[in-house]
């Protein structure tokens, strides 16, 4: 494998996938100001990364044996290099940006929704989210990043706030071993991920299922309290973390968490681990490299045309309180294939989930899965087209006289054209359209559907 210079003209975009709601991606406008370059050499769809974007996320938000080539605005010097051979009689020297790494980003929805009453509603979310966002490294071997988020429902959160050691231990291979530490995502799968994967708006089920979300009825249907376990897979959270590449073509991580969905507060005196393992067959490595036999795969317009199989697996196990002194032990596993050639990416995966006591009535353990795919196609280096599909199963625990919860399988499709006005101007088109919803049936309520509009903006 030959570590390569890939000039940000080859860098508009390999397609990764549609997904979820909300927050930014790993590379920032903040980014484009200090390289001067465009938001294209990392993102297919900003904030959707393409190759070279998610090899600059996972090299501390450095480009990957390209930064000589593109002009960036110098830093300023914490020290000078001399330093280095007085340590440890000397403090290390270091850097900061030589202007202010802030970035905002504005999220407008409007939304049109099948009620559970009957008939609908048409809403303007103006606005849905308002980010500020801030990323830099500091050095060769330090980089931190920020997400703060408001809303009109909950005001401002710190969504992300971390710090990345890169390489900290001398004298193993480079990029072997790092040490993330700090509020942060934890990039369960790269696949429909939140920060990397994101092209259109909604997220699948499996990602944002709670227990806490599913009422429980007791006798005569009476509704009691839901779960206190709000624990969702892709929440951010307070965690330890260590990751690395190996080959350039293996990622792997392992990650002890505080559990939390919100990460504001612990609520129980244990951790949560997890860890995470991904494989790339073919195109770009994951570090940014190519073989030197074959060059970067190039495509019409001077875009990246990957053409790769990825194998990704995630295990989370933990345990959160799900009523007084009653804890809700919970553990989830996933399995993801996603195939990209040229302008399509295609791909799909399996995650199952199992809570042991999800109401603290000693009912049994509860069992979840979903089967989800995607595809996604680049019809103009503006434009994408996307369709996402999900069946979600939910295996009820045995019910208990304190009572049961109602059923929640559904199947849904969720189609959706992605459009950029401008690199930083994004238009969202999607419709989320469940073709079954055990629950809605259950309670003789209309089939939910939803049509959504969003506007984004990021500078």
Same mark, same amino acid.
């Given at each position: 494998?030959t570590?390569?210079v890939?000039?940000?003209?080859?860098a508009a975009?390999?397609?990764?996938a549609a997904?979820?709601?909300?927050?930014?991606?790993a590379?920032?406008?903040?980014?484009?100001?200090?390289?001067?370059?465009?938001?294209?050499?990392?993102?297919?769809?900003?904030p959707?990364?393409n190759?070279l974007?998610?090899?600059?996320?996972?090299?501390?938000?450095?480009?990957p044996?390209?930064?000589?080539?593109?002009?960036?605005?110098?830093s300023?010097p914490?020290?000078?290099?001399?330093?280095?051979?007085?340590?440890?009689?000397?403090?290390w020297?270091?850097?900061?940006?030589?202007?202010?790494?802030?970035?905002i980003?504005?999220?407008?929805?409007?939304?049109?929704t099948?009620?559970?009453?009957?008939?609908?509603q048409?809403a303007?979310?103006?606005?849905h989210?308002v980010y500020?966002?801030?990323?830099?490294?500091l050095g060769?071997?330090?980089?931190?990043?920020?997400?703060?988020?408001?809303?009109?429902e909950?005001?401002?959160?710190?969504?992300q706030?971390?710090?990345?050691?890169q390489d900290?231990?001398?004298?193993l291979?480079?990029r072997?071993l790092?040490?993330?530490?700090?509020?942060?995502?934890?990039?369960l799968?790269?696949?429909?991920d939140r920060?990397?994967?994101?092209a259109?708006?909604?997220?699948?089920?499996?990602?944002?299922?709670?227990?806490?979300?599913l009422?429980?009825?007791?006798?005569?249907?009476?509704?009691?309290?839901?779960?206190?376990?709000?624990?969702?897979?892709?929440?951010t959270?307070?965690?330890?973390?260590l990751?690395?590449?190996?080959?350039?073509?293996?990622?792997?991580a392992v990650?002890?968490g505080?559990?939390t969905?919100?990460?504001?507060?612990?609520?129980?005196?244990r951790k949560?681990?997890y860890?995470?393992?991904?494989?790339?067959? +073919? *195109?770009l490595g994951? @570090?940014? &490299?190519?073989?030197?036999?074959?060059?970067?795969p190039? !495509? =019409? +317009? *001077?875009q990246?045309? @990957?053409? &790769?199989v990825t194998?990704?697996?995630f295990?989370?196990? !933990? =345990?959160e309180?799900?009523?007084?002194?009653?804890?809700d032990?919970?553990?989830?596993?996933?399995?993801?294939?996603?195939?990209?050639?040229?302008p399509?990416?295609?791909?799909?995966g399996?995650v199952?989930?199992?809570n042991?006591?999800?109401?603290?009535f000693?009912t049994?353990a509860?069992?979840?899965?979903?089967?989800?795919?995607?595809?996604?196609?680049?019809v103009?280096p503006?434009?994408i087209?996307?369709?996402k599909a999900?069946?979600f199963?939910?295996d009820?625990?045995?019910?208990?006289?304190?009572?049961s919860?109602?059923?929640?399988?559904q199947?849904?499709?969720?189609?959706?054209?992605?459009a950029?006005?401008r690199q930083n101007?994004?238009a969202?088109?999607e419709?989320?359209?469940?073709?079954?919803?055990?629950?809605?049936s259950?309670?003789g309520?209309?089939?939910p559907a939803?049509?959504?509009?969003?506007?984004?903006?990021a500078?």
């Amino acid at each position: 494998m030959t570590r390569t210079v890939l000039p940000p003209i080859l860098a508009a975009g390999v397609i990764l996938a549609a997904a979820p709601v909300a927050p930014a991606a790993a590379t920032i406008p903040a980014f484009a100001r200090r390289y001067h370059t465009s938001c294209s050499t990392c993102h297919t769809a900003a904030p959707k990364l393409n190759v070279l974007g998610e090899a600059f996320r996972l090299n501390g938000y450095r480009f990957p044996e390209n930064d000589l080539l593109l002009r960036k605005e110098e830093s300023v010097p914490l020290g000078e290099d001399p330093w280095k051979e007085l340590w440890p009689r000397a403090i290390w020297p270091g850097e900061i940006p030589g202007t202010v790494p802030l970035a905002i980003r504005l999220q407008n929805d409007v939304g049109l929704t099948r009620l559970s009453t009957g008939g609908s509603q048409f809403a303007f979310n103006f606005p849905h989210e308002v980010y500020l966002l801030a990323g830099a490294s500091l050095g060769d071997q330090i980089a931190a990043f920020l997400e703060s988020e408001w809303t009109k429902e909950d005001g401002l959160e710190v969504v992300q706030a971390k710090v990345e050691f890169q390489d900290p231990v001398s004298g193993l291979p480079e990029r072997l071993l790092n040490v993330w530490v700090g509020m942060q995502n934890l990039y369960l799968t790269t696949f429909a991920d939140r920060q990397i994967d994101r092209a259109g708006r909604q997220s699948f089920h499996w990602q944002e299922f709670a227990v806490s979300d599913l009422p429980v009825r007791g006798p005569g249907g009476v509704l009691l309290d839901p779960s206190e376990n709000e624990f969702r897979l892709e929440g951010t959270q307070p965690a330890m973390e260590l990751n690395g590449l190996a080959v350039s073509r293996f990622a792997w991580a392992v990650g002890v968490g505080q559990g939390t969905s919100e990460g504001a507060e612990d609520n129980n005196d244990r951790k949560d681990l997890y860890y995470r393992v991904r494989y790339k067959l +073919g *195109g770009l490595g994951l @570090d940014g &490299s190519y073989r030197a036999s074959e060059g970067p795969p190039q !495509g =019409g +317009g *001077g875009q990246l045309r @990957d053409r &790769s199989v990825t194998l990704e697996h995630f295990g989370y196990l !933990g =345990g959160e309180p799900a009523a007084a002194g009653i804890t809700d032990d919970h553990s989830a596993f996933g399995v993801v294939a996603r195939v990209l050639f040229g302008p399509l990416d295609v791909g799909g995966g399996y995650v199952w989930g199992r809570n042991s006591d999800p109401w603290g009535f000693g009912t049994g353990a509860l069992h979840w899965g979903s089967v989800h795919a995607k595809a996604e196609y680049l019809v103009y280096p503006w434009l994408i087209t996307s369709l996402k599909a999900e069946h979600f199963t939910l295996d009820r625990p045995p019910a208990s006289p304190a009572g049961s919860p109602l059923p929640g399988d559904q199947d849904r499709i969720i189609p959706g054209v992605i459009a950029l006005i401008r690199q930083n101007v994004r238009a969202v088109v999607e419709a989320d359209l469940y073709l079954h919803d055990e629950r809605s049936s259950a309670l003789g309520e209309p089939t939910p559907a939803a049509l959504w509009v969003r506007l984004d903006v990021a500078f």
